[in-house]
């Protein structure tokens, strides 16, 4: 199945399926506990659209665990940035309809929390077909590392999801059922 046929499957799967349950934040602190993640990196999160999973949950209580957290503002090239946030700051809503932040503080997440419209067992995602986290994940991996971690449902699994050179495996998938390995 094609990647654009796929996508559409899914996506129409998760509209139909959405429910309001996310993601444990015991279950996201696990890792970077896990991994040795102190206090004071930045976590890179997203405003959830078109039914994905929530993450502004995690982002209030790591925000009130003295993590620093940003959300990422999309340019018209296919490109994105993180930029700093907290909860007591505004969003504007960008050219795409995603809120995003106000304040233009350019920061490099240590974390990435990723959305998908599908994943398989071997780490790797469906998106939206922009391109846009795999362009970044590729590009802040040229000066830093960067932990990945997919936010999806479980019934977002599918066998294989077709990759290409550019495609960018993740880290960690986690679902509100747990983590895939």
Known sequence: MSKEKLRK???NLRKANFNDQGISFIQFKSILKKLNF????NIGGYYPINSEIGCL???EKLEKNNFKISLPITKKNHDMDFYEWSFQNSLKI????????NI???VFPDVLIVPLVGFDNNKFRLGYGGGFYDR???KLSNFKKVLTVGFAFPFQEVKNIPINKYDKKLDF???NKGIIK
């Open 104 to 106: 233009k503080k350019k």
């Open 9 to 11: 499957k899914l996506i």
């Open 173 to 175: 998938i986690l679902t």
């Open 94 to 101: 960008s050219y795409q309809g995603i809120p995003e932040p």
């Open 57 to 59: 949950d995690i982002l």
């Open 136 to 138: 970044y994940i590729s």
């Open 38 to 41: 102190k206090k004071n990196i």
